[in-house]
């Protein structure tokens, strides 16, 4: 291994430690709670050589989350259109959930946080997740098609309402508030059940329609 491949190496590990520092802190305290100087002193390291990696704050939690969105969306990519529309659908709102059980410190920085920036002033950045998007919303176009979901509903006023009550369920495991006999698991398979099958059976949505955004929420 040459010196330059070494050096490589080495900052990879820094940015990465850096990284893991700056969500470690902004879980436990809150983003706007926490400062460059923070971060510097959990890795040992001067403010300026923070910055020698991120020009800001804001810089950090963008990285977080571009990997958080990654996690989130990998599979999603990954996967080829299955036989079942209304299958593909519930899967991917499924994996939402697991992803706030197995990767829970980017979940609650991503989509908890109030104070952390908006994701869409950096849309290149976060270019794939209007592919990730797009792509949930041609699933629900087959659904409807296949005559699985009515017809007239809005893509994404459907998206809203399957994954609205998965992240509350998600946020009240995360934040402790779910009673000792309650499961997320079971109560966010249900949540997504019991909403598919109001859609079918023709439930009428009264949520207005805008035109959809290049990313999602707070961030979906």
């Known amino acids: 291994m040459g010196s330059k491949e070494r050096q ?3 900052r990879e590990s820094t940015r990465c430690a850096i990284l893991d520092a700056a969500l470690e802190l902004f879980v436990a305290d809150g983003y706007a709670q926490v400062s460059i100087r923070n971060i510097a002193a959990k890795v040992e390291y001067s403010p300026g050589a923070i910055y020698s990696y991120f020009s800001s704050k804001d810089d950090i939690f963008f990285a977080l989350a571009e990997e958080g969105f990654r996690l989130l969306g990998a599979a999603d990519l990954a996967a080829s259109p299955g036989d079942d529309p209304l299958e593909d659908l519930t899967g991917a709102v499924r994996r939402f959930h697991e992803f706030s059980r197995t990767h829970p ?5 991503v989509f908890l946080d109030r104070r952390v920036p908006r994701i869409g002033r950096e849309y290149e950045q976060f270019a794939f997740m209007s592919d ?15 005559g699985l979901l009515p017809p007239g509903l809005h893509p994404v006023t459907v998206l809203r309402l399957l994954f609205a009550p998965v992240l509350g ?10 009673a000792p006999d309650e499961d997320a698991d079971t109560l966010a398979r249900d949540a997504i059940a019991t909403t598919l099958a109001g859609l079918r059976a023709g439930a ?4 207005p329609i805008s035109a959809p955004r290049s990313t999602t929420a707070h961030h979906t």
């Open 8 to 10: 490589q190496r080495a």
């Open 105 to 109: 410190q980017y979940f609650a920085l």
């Open 132 to 146: 990730m998007k797009r792509r949930m919303v041609a699933t629900i176009h087959r659904c409807i098609e296949a």
């Open 169 to 178: 369920i998600a946020a009240m495991r995360l934040s402790g508030r779910l």
């Open 204 to 207: 009428a949505t009264h949520a």
